[in-house]
C-alpha cells in the first residue's frame, strides 16, 4: 500500500529488494539489461536517501555492481553508463551507500539495482533502509 507523505514528513522505510527489513542477497550476474538484482525503487512523489551495507559471505574479494538511477534500465547503454564497481573484502562489510539522495528518473522500474560477477552471485548480502522525503518539498 502506497504512503502519501504530507508536508514536512520524512520516515525511515526498507530497501525494496528486503522483505520486511531483512537481507537479501545478489542473485543475478547482468548477462542482458533485466539480469539485475532490485535494490530500490522511488516512487515519482518522493526522493529518498539510501544507506545499503554490503556483507561478503566469500573467502576472497567480491566486485559489486551498483547501477545509480538510470535513465532507462531496458537499455544496456544507460545502465553501463551509472554503474560503479566496489570491491567488497573476504569476510567483511562496506556502507556503499550513506545516505546519497534519489529521485525517479525516466520509466525504470528500479532506481538502484546490483549485479556482480557470475562465479560471485549469491555471495554478497545487502541490507539496509531509506528516509524518504516528499519531493515537492525539495525540488
Known sequence: ?????????ARRDHLQGS??????LVALDYTAAADVTAVHHV???NVDSVWIQAWNSSTAAVDLNLVLNP??????????AVTVTLSI???SSYWVLQG?????RGSNTSTITAY?????????SLTGYVVRTNAALLY
Open 71 to 80: 535513465s532507462d534500465d531496458t537499455s544496456t547503454s544507460a545502465i553501463d
Open 19 to 24: 522483505t520486511g527489513g531483512a537481507a537479501f
Open 100 to 104: 546519497e539522495s534519489f529521485r525517479l
Open 43 to 45: 516512487t515519482s512523489t
Open 1 to 9: 500500500m502506497a504512503v502519501i507523505l504530507a508536508e514536512q514528513e
Open 116 to 124: 556482480t560477477l557470475t562465479a560471485d552471485v549469491n555471495k554478497i
Open 89 to 91: 573484502p573476504a569476510k
